[in-house]
């Protein structure tokens, strides 16, 4: 972790992320206006009181970006957590087992990933109806074949490691023995791929809203603000520059701390720098 | 001192291929005396792993116990579930591997994992468990224990892993330790060192060992009866003593034989010509007949049974029957 902060890109990332995490919790604190309130005249440019002007209807840009964060930043961990959960249930599982067991988790999970993931997540979506928990259980959904591929192979080396082996011989069973011995050795793939997926899902949460499917209006989403923003992209473009770099930054950061936590915590990597 | 711990009654293990059924352990039988070591010798792939493995239930699929029996006191060992095995495996029966280096979980520190090995099998509460494994580490030798509690298993040398190893073996007080080659991968100072520990501990506790390993050297320090096998049968069995005296199979003689020692200095060390043949070829005589000195057409039609010499050795050869 201390490495982290050392080198210079990852501590930018992180202090973004940071920074973009307490905005979006100290919200209510920060503005004075609530995300659904008319404060002023439509599309008015940058000034003091409206640090980024505001939209269609005159309503704080600053303020739904803030807000809009707390939804983001929510849906995509919850639905990193579903697919972290899943996928590693299912890859610790078919890995350990193997067998007929495997081919199908495995076949399964094929068929999930020869989806777009944003095709999938709208078809999810679109069967499930448009609110913010099915779009977090879609973008879990989505995600969980990689979580669950990453896991496998783990499984698949750790298994026939001799310190596997020494635990069964100390009566350690099937759970105790994916659980306890053979995850504890796969987490640092996992961390990495908790990162860019975290990404990846602020993203599909932004293309869904963007495209209606998200989180529903009044409440702000990223997405959602940049569709808005799109129509008046020549009166007023700050709006759409700030709803996009939102949504551009934060998913940057993500993947770049995703790749040095890699760089980090693979051993291999760490003996060329 | 006489009562048996372990009793292997014509144990044949081995797997399917197709409907034929193929034998890599064929028709062991021996038995572990309380107290007592049992050694085995014999080259890579004659099947002393697979035994210790078998009577651990470690035998991974395909392989399976195809006919035979494994009685751990009045318990019969083979036809137990997987979840039944847990039971005695860690608690009556612990086993240590080859590679101290591999054999600990990389991301625990090594208190923990002994910790892990006693809070598997008793019921103890958190403190009573540190307090035990500290005292674990105490008895294998390992300098400052609590100290070496928290340290993970790259902090440590060889020999100190070894160590800890046998700490989580003996975690539970098993009734039978099962050693597989438990001093191979480590140099010789620090092999003699553990030997040391073993045969101490083996004292204090009044456990039976079963000690696999390949160096003869080893096997006189450490085994009180030694079992010789070839091609995944006993060829013979014999008090360490006796055999090192009187070695009777051929193959034993050739086993002796090539041991390195002071006065054969500058000659060509002997080895046994061939190789241990393929358990998937099967032939009906002795296996040892391709390779052994004194074979006759007789080798070729039957394997020689086990034949008792005297009242605490057989031998399974031609030669003696």
């Known amino acids: ?273 | 001192m006489n009562e048996s711990l372990l009793d292997v009654n014509s144990l044949t293990v081995g797997y399917r291929d197709g409907s034929r059924p193929i034998s890599i352990l064929n028709q062991v039988t021996f038995r572990i005396r309380k107290g007592e070591t049992l050694g085995i010798v014999g080259e890579s792939g004659c099947g002393k792993s697979m035994t210790s493995l078998a009577v651990m239930g470690l035998l991974a699929s395909p392989l399976q116990v195809q006919e035979g029996s494994i009685r751990l006191e009045e318990t019969e060992l083979t036809g137990l579930s997987a979840k039944q095995m847990n039971r005695y495996r860690g608690k009556d029966l612990a086993m240590i591997f080859q590679e101290p280096m591999t054999s600990l979980n990389p991301v625990f520190t090594i208190g923990s994992q002994i910790e892990e090995a006693l809070a598997i099998h008793l019921p103890l509460s958190r403190s009573e468990v540190r307090k035990r494994a500290i005292e674990l580490l105490q008895l294998v030798g390992i300098p400052s224990p609590e100290k070496r509690h928290g340290d993970y298993p790259h902090q440590l040398s060889g020999g100190m892993r070894q160590r800890a190893m046998i700490a989580i073996a003996l975690a539970c007080e098993p009734r039978l330790l099962i050693l597989d080659e438990p001093t191979t991968a480590l140099d010789v100072t620090i092999q003699a060192q553990i030997l040391e520990l073993l045969a101490s501990l083996k004292e204090k506790s009044g456990m039976s060992m079963m000690f696999i390993t390949h160096d003869l050297g080893v096997m006189m320090k450490m085994a009180d009866r030694v079992i010789v096998m070839y091609g995944g049968r006993i060829v013979e069995t014999a008090p360490i003593a006796k055999l090192y005296e009187e070695p009777l199979h051929p193959y034993t003689q050739g086993l002796w034989k090539a041991i390195p020692s002071a006065d054969t200095l500058n000659q060509r060390l002997y080895s046994i010509p061939g190789t241990v043949p393929d358990p998937r070829e099967e032939t009906p005589g002795c296996r040892f007949a391709g390779r052994c000195p004194h074979a006759r057409q007789e080798c070729l039609a039957a394997v020689p049974p086990l034949v008792p010499m005297d009242e605490d050795r057989s031998v399974a050869c031609i030669l003696y029957s």
């Not at chain 1, 920060?30 to 980024?52: E, K, N």
């Open chain 1, 1 to 273: 972790m201390k490495k982290l902060w050392k080198d210079p890109s990852s501590a930018f990332c992180l202090s973004f992320l940071l920074l973009i995490t307490l905005l979006a919790l100290l919200a209510p604190l920060l503005t004075p206006y609530r995300y659904d309130q008319i404060a002023a005249d439509p599309l008015l440019g940058a000034s003091w009181s409206h640090l980024f002007g505001t939209d269609e209807i005159g309503r704080d840009i600053f303020t739904r970006i803030v807000y809009a964060g707390q939804v983001s930043l929510l849906v995509g961990l919850c639905s990193t957590l579903i697919a972290l959960l899943f996928g590693v249930v299912l890859g610790l599982v078919s890995g350990y087992y193997g067998g007929a067991l495997d081919a199908l988790i495995s076949r399964f999970l094929d068929g999930l990933l020869a989806f777009p993931s944003i095709i999938l997540a709208l078809a999810v979506m679109a069967v499930l109806g448009p609110n913010i928990y099915n779009a977090m259980l879609a973008i879990g959904l989505v995600s969980v074949p990689i979580f669950a591929r990453i896991t496998r192979g783990s499984v698949l080396t750790m298994k026939s490691r001799e310190f596997v082996e020494a635990s069964r011989s100390m009566g350690a069973g099937d759970g105790r023995i994916m659980f306890g011995v053979i995850l504890p050795n796969s987490l640092s793939p996992l961390l990495v791929q908790f990162s860019l997926t975290f990404a990846s899902a602020v993203l599909i949460e932004a293309g869904l809203s963007f495209l209606g499917l998200g989180v529903q209006p009044p409440t702000p989403s990223w997405g959602s603000m940049l569709n808005a923003a799109k129509s008046y992209l020549t009166i007023s473009p700050l709006y759409s520059i700030v709803a996009g770099a939102a949504v551009f930054l934060t998913v940057l950061c993500l993947n770049l701390l995703g790749d040095s936590l890699r760089d980090h915590l693979d051993p291999r990597m760490n003996k060329r720098r």
